[in-house]
């Protein structure tokens, strides 16, 4: 592997810095077109009922209105899974959450269109709701979709159980037998919201004959262009995806909402149409993530050995079947290295919005349960929580709990740092309290297409297919720099069209610096070779005989021949003569990602008259495999951390007894704001990822799994009380005090 | 209902529009006028995307009335620093890696520029406060306070 | 012979087995193999899997090669946010 | 929908009396967040802010005259207010952002008729009046007068509030309003107290006022917890039933603010806590 880099770990400015600062960004909402109608969508009002009728003909007799649709307007398709995409874009025959839309109007202005929603006369019959997870698994519960119960599943629970998952190993029951202490909690934590502050934008323009452009706001222009083909029944070829710059998705980008609407009244009305999502819209009807209810048992020896594990995952995942629960199932105890180990998880539907992936989803709130109970064994036990976890830690050939064997990983590094850092042997002021808390990401590789242009001057066009949601044209931009031994100054990156480079994975999963750096190395490999062999070409001498270093090509040794190095601008400036344009590709699906742990140290002060808590000092230490450009990796680890703040004190989904949603903006769905929060502290601890050539890791992830166990035990340690339900809001604190 | 002509100078040039007595000041500026660097993240006052400057005073341009700003003086992110150099905290931004996505970041700019006109050495929990009308949810806060400070610093030695 | 660990939820469909060996050189061959084994597993390797060779993350490859003494873990199909 | 810049006083009220639904225009940060969220638009906006004295803060018989269109921004600037009324001042200068200090007013905080609104305990606690015009002429009410439940005052439809008076106030004075929101900025109060009181040489309470905010359908005045402190130098038998006093005044809702167990709790520690910043603004030593 690669160790001594001569880009890789500087921090240069960004491409898109610039116009960042500067206004000139372009991102979903942002764009407009020549004859352009707005759009906007109607939504119910009610919790859970069907549509008996939809009355669209005032609407349609308004003057400036050029299209209505409902759900009747889109054809099925054979997806089931795409169906329920479809359907939560647009409601056929229920309304199955408050905010799920039931139509949509085009017309030539803002104004005109919000006159036309008036005009829509919907039909209800309210049906009965459920909107909590418990309640929701409770035979005779209200069955959102009938037929989709998980398989093996039995009486004891509702139909909207559509999944169920077990991993582990060992034997339970006989490493509960040799524990000293056993402790075994409940825990409840509300759904909360990615937060972007980017409303869903698009702009789409679909003609009759099924070409079409649709500018968005995506992690994922492929995958809109997949989910929006077939839903409107046309050929991939013909729409062309183009991502705008992103206001912010971690995860809540990774589907589709708006966009069919948008094409489909583009294709009623022949023009282009302009959909954005209000605030409100955003929290009623986009993704938030899971809320749950979890139990945890631990045992453990006086000496601090977990002897078993075992967490039960009840997830509420929203208005459709969907699958998460593993995931929160196969982190929950991937931190340690246990002989007798079992989560389970079980996913259901409830009258909520469809949720979406958030941020490592369906991690943070399993870890939570889980750290939260071993840090009250070492309370009741009075062991250390560092020298704890570190006897427990798993390492390079633990049997993860969720079955593979780890390779090499950064545990251990991570909470040996924080052991000897200053914060955790800091004093403690009074009604304050130090939590401590691991967490874990898997991190994916996925498809990828990379296509490099070495340009006559000198200078190289790198396209690539994944939007740029924190700063990854910068880092592949190092990355093509470091492998082809120019300046980072000389690459253009962009993200291409779907027209314009091959198709690549959604930006998800802590994926793009890992695999699309992969791509772009093997890209700028194949463009060396190239230039090796116009090299080679030029001294007359024989391909093998010449290699590439610092930038430039060189005979291999003196016996190949006695040339000095001709550099890549060199090679470039002649490269119409000697063969054409040089370049390199590469499209692939990079696996070996390499997981990612984290520790956070945190110090919270309670106001015990009031139950408000204000986070004191923060220290994330993060194993990312190798920091391409630090600055960012901190970033993703800073951010990460107060979403994670966020969830712990404060973000929740609030639903009345009518199932409606109390809080839908930033007024009362408390994100952090500047004020909140100290500097956030980040340790970035590198252990190559073997699978990496430069030993990239995912990083953008873990951070935001530790956060909610760590503020919870320093809340508990800080009251002297334990908590067992997120969000802590001062009220929970005060009342358990 | 018949539109109002307005009149006003938005980064130091006279512009006329015509407007809804509805319409924002954001609606004006991006639908109208093409000034989309003003961001509308909740269209409630809540989030500081939308942050300009109205005779000199920082607002939220989703709360002011496009039909209200006859004769007034606006500067938006697009008045921010010149073509030759950038304004001090625009450039600390970018060099601290300030940004993520860059959604709040032009509301950021204005609303950093606007204090450090006002202070020109906050203490750390002054630009918090200052700034808590504008959400991030990338950066966790940390880089863009570290960057308004750098900022900070960096005027004032300046301006000896 | 490869080593395939069963996740627990799907040992249901391998009539309780939480280990099967399976002579396989790629990740399809052993898919291959492993549904004719146990038919009731097609609809979920159908849906898509992850595997995890040797401790190494693969998600829907056909072609990953196999070692003799690989240990394969199946996975559901991941998502990330 | 129209728009309007009233020229003067007398055209707002007129303008007020010929519309239907009329709204009054200042900072607009509460009008066009409700035009924003779908409440019904009014059909006249009247905007004050170009009418004379609208925007002034102007020393008056000892005390200061707060033009209704001032700003929260333009409060926190101003040194006579900071040095008159500092819990007014402080109240006014926690609602919203800076954003929303650089729109917001006084007055539009009092006429939204929140039960939560910040400067309202304030005013309460300080005795102020509101000048009101309309079709009648002007007249002065006490804060006290004008509040009459969520939403909700006393005003007549076409009464426009043109200024509000902080009275002059005795040597050894001081003044506090404190708030609880879960976050440190950007949200609603949950409660809020405010206390003005004043003390004589010794360091005894001689007079005091406690009201309370966001605990009752409108911000109360609560005499019996003044009495608490009066005489007092806030011992803490003294303080403890002044909170006992602002609990027992609670009447809150449960919401997703906040429930009536917390609120209640509030109350006393946000009235105990203010009291204290009074009294050291008043020149006591605790």
């Not at chain 1, 116009?19 to 960004?25: E, F, L, P, R």
């Not at chain 1, 819209?281 to 209810?293: D, I, K, L, N, Q």
């Not at chain 1, 969720?402 to 090499?408: L, N, Q, R, V």
């Amino acid at each position: 592997m690669k160790q001594d880099f001569k880009i890789l770990g500087t921090r240069p400015m960004r491409p898109d810095g610039l116009d960042k600062v500067t206004g000139k960004a372009l991102f979903g909402a942002d764009k407009s077109a020549t004859g352009m109608l707005h759009a906007r969508i109607l939504r119910s009002p009610h919790a859970h009922a069907e549509i008996l009728s939809i009355n669209t003909s005032k609407a349609r007799a308004l003057p400036g209105v050029k299209a209505v649709i409902t759900g009747d307007d889109f054809a099925d398709v054979d997806s089931r899974w795409t169906r329920y995409t479809m359907q939560n874009c647009m409601a056929q025959g229920r309304a199955l959450y408050d905010g799920h839309a039931v139509a949509a109007v085009a017309a030539v202005s803002k104004k005109v269109a919000a006159a036309a929603l008036e005009l829509i006369e919907v039909d209800y019959k309210i049906l009965p709701h459920v909107t909590d997870v418990d309640e929701a698994m409770q035979p005779g519960a209200p069955v959102l979709h009938e037929g989709v119960k998980g398989r093996g599943l039995g009486e004891d629970v509702s139909g909207n159980t559509v999944g169920y998952y077990s991993f582990g190993h060992g034997d339970i029951e006989a490493g509960f037998g040799a524990a000293d202490e056993i402790i075994e909690r409940s825990f409840k934590t509300a759904a909360t919201h990615q937060g972007y502050i980017e409303p869903h934008a698009c702009l789409a323009d679909l003609g009759a004959d099924g070409r079409g452009e649709l500018w968005c706001s995506t992690q994922g222009h492929y995958m809109v262009r997949e989910l929006c083909a077939e839903i409107l029944h046309i050929d991939a070829s013909q729409l062309r995806v183009t991502a705008s710059e992103i206001g912010g998705g971690f995860g809540g980008k990774t589907t589709v909402f708006i966009e069919p609407v948008a094409l489909k009244l583009s294709q009623i009305s022949g023009k282009p149409v302009k959909l954005v999502m209000s605030r409100e819209e955003v929290f009623r009807a986009s993704g938030p993530t899971m809320s749950s209810s979890i139990e945890v048992k631990i045992g453990m020896t006086k000496a601090g050995k977990i002897t078993a594990a075992h967490a039960k995952l009840r997830y509420q995942g929203g208005a459709f079947p969907y699958q998460m629960v593993m995931m929160g199932a196969m982190s929950a105890f991937a931190a340690y290295d246990l002989e007798h180990v079992q989560s389970e998880g079980w996913d259901v539907m409830t009258n909520r919005p469809k949720m979406i992936s958030y941020r490592a989803p369906g991690a943070p709130m399993a870890v939570y349960g889980v750290e939260s109970v071993i840090d009250e064994l070492c309370q009741k036990l009075g062991l250390d929580p560092i020298d704890t976890r570190l006897l427990n830690a798993a390492r390079e050939g633990t049997k993860s709990s969720y079955g593979p064997t780890f390779k090499a990983i950064g545990l251990v590094e991570a909470l040996e740092a924080a052991k000897a850092h200053p914060h955790y042997s800091a004093p403690l002021a009074a009604n304050t309290g130090r939590g401590i808390a691991c967490g874990f990401w898997f991190n994916f590789g996925g498809q990828v297409s990379v296509s490099m242009a070495i340009n006559a001057d000198g200078t190289v066009n790198l396209i690539e297919g994944n939007p740029d949601i924190g700063g990854s044209r910068a880092s592949i931009s190092m990355m093509a720099a470091e492998a082809l031994g120019i300046g980072y100054e000389r690459i253009r990156t962009i993200v291409g069209d779907t027209a314009s480079v091959g198709f690549s994975d959604v930006t998800d999963g802590s994926r793009v610096t890992f695999a699309v750096g992969i791509a772009t190395i093997k890209a700028a490999n194949a463009a060396i070779k190239e230039m090796c062999k116009r090299a080679a070409k030029i001294w007359e001498i024989d391909e093998d005989a010449v290699e590439w270093v610092d930038g430039a090509a060189q005979p291999t040794g003196h016996n190949a021949g006695n040339f000095p190095p001709m550099s890549l601008a060199e090679i470039a400036a002649s490269s119409g003569k000697t063969g054409g344009p040089i370049a390199g590709h590469h499209e692939g699906a990079p696996d070996k990602a390499g997981v990612s742990f984290g520790v956070h140290l945190v110090d919270v002060e309670v106001d015990p008259e009031t139950g408000f808590t204000s986070i004191k000092r923060y220290t994330a230490f993060q194993d990312v495999g190798k920091a391409i450009h630090p600055s960012y990796v901190e970033g993703q680890i800073q951010g990460g951390a107060v979403q994670g703040i966020g969830w712990a004190l404060n973000e929740e989904y609030i639903y009345g007894e009518d199932g409606l949603l109390q809080n839908p903006g930033f007024l009362d769905y408390r994100i952090p704001v500047a004020s909140d929060l100290p500097m956030i502290d980040p340790v970035i601890i590198e252990v190559p990822n073997p699978g990496h050539p430069y030993g990239v890791r995912g990083c953008g992830e873990t951070a935001i799994v530790p956060p909610l166990a760590a503020v919870s035990n320093g809340v508990s340690r800080a009251i002297g009380k334990r908590m067992f339900a997120l969000p802590m809001s001062p009220p929970r604190i005060l009342k358990a005090i | 209902m018949s539109k109002i002509h307005i009149s006003t100078r938005i980064n130091g040039d006279e512009v006329e529009y015509l407007c809804e007595p509805s319409e924002t000041l954001l609606d004006v500026l991006r639908d109208r006028l093409n000034l989309t660097g003003a961001k509308e993240g909740c269209g409630t006052g809540d989030c500081g995307a939308c942050s300009v400057m109205l005779d000199g005073r920082l607002v939220c341009s989703c709360l002011v009335l496009g039909a209200e700003v006859e004769g007034s003086a606006i500067e938006t992110v697009e008045g921010v620093g010149t073509l030759d150099a950038l304004h001090p905290v625009q450039r600390h931004i970018l060099e601290h890696a300030a940004l993520q996505c860059g959604i709040c970041t032009p509301g950021i700019v204005v609303a950093a520029k606007a204090l450090l006109e006002k202070n020109a050495d906050p203490s750390e929990s002054e630009i918090r406060y200052w700034l808590a009308g504008n959400l991030c949810r990338c950066t966790g806060y940390d880089k863009i306070i570290r960057a308004v400070q750098a900022a900070a610093a960096e005027m004032r030695g300046a301006q000896i | 012979m490869a080593r395939v660990v069963i996740f627990g939820s799907l040992r249901a469909l391998t009539a309780g087995e939480a280990e099967i060996e399976i002579e396989a050189s790629t990740t399809r061959e052993l898919l291959d193999k492993l549904v004719a084994r146990y038919p009731a597993l097609e609809e979920t390797v159908a849906a898509g899997i992850s595997l995890a060779i040797d401790g190494e993350v693969f998600k829907e490859a056909w072609f990953t090669p196999i070692g003799a003494d690989s240990e394969v873990v199946v996975m559901p199909l991941m998502v990330g946010g | 929908m129209r728009y309007i810049r009233a020229k003067n006083s007398q055209h707002a009220v007129s303008l007020m009396a010929g519309a239907v639904n009329p709204e009054l225009f200042a900072g607009g940060t509460d009008v066009l967040v409700k035009m924003k969220l779908g409440g019904t638009p009014p059909d006249l906006l009247i905007d004050l802010k170009h009418i004379a004295g609208m925007r002034e803060i102007r020393p008056e018989a000892g005390g200061i005259r707060v033009g209704a269109a001032v700003t929260g921004a333009e409060m926190g600037e101003s040194a006579v207010l900071q040095a008159l009324w500092p819990g007014v001042a402080e109240a006014v200068e926690l609602i919203g952002s800076t954003q929303v200090q650089g729109r917001a007013t006084m007055v539009g905080n009092l006429c939204n008729g929140s039960p939560a609104a910040d400067s309202v305990p304030a005013l309460l606690a300080a005795a102020a009046t509101v000048r009101i015009l309309g079709a009648k002429g002007e007249r002065d009410l006490p804060v006290a007068d004008v509040l009459e439940g969520p939403g909700k005052t006393t005003l007549n439809k076409s009464d426009i509030v043109t200024s509000i008076f902080l009275p002059a106030r005795p040597e050894r004075a001081g003044d506090a309003y404190l708030r609880f929101i879960p976050r440190t900025e950007m949200d609603i109060a949950v409660a809020g107290a405010a206390i003005s009181l004043s003390l004589d040489e010794a360091g005894v309470v001689l007079a005091a006022n406690v009201a309370l905010g966001a605990v009752a359908p409108t911000a109360v005045l609560v005499p019996q917890a003044a009495k608490a402190l009066i005489g007092s130098r806030l011992e803490a038998a003294a303080l403890d039933a002044c909170a006992r006093a602002c609990r027992d005044a609670c009447a809150p809702i449960d919401d997703r603010r906040g429930t009536v167990e917390f609120r209640t709790k509030l109350a006393g520690v946000l009235a105990t806590r203010a009291a204290k910043t009074a009294y050291i603004r008043a020149g006591g030593s605790l």
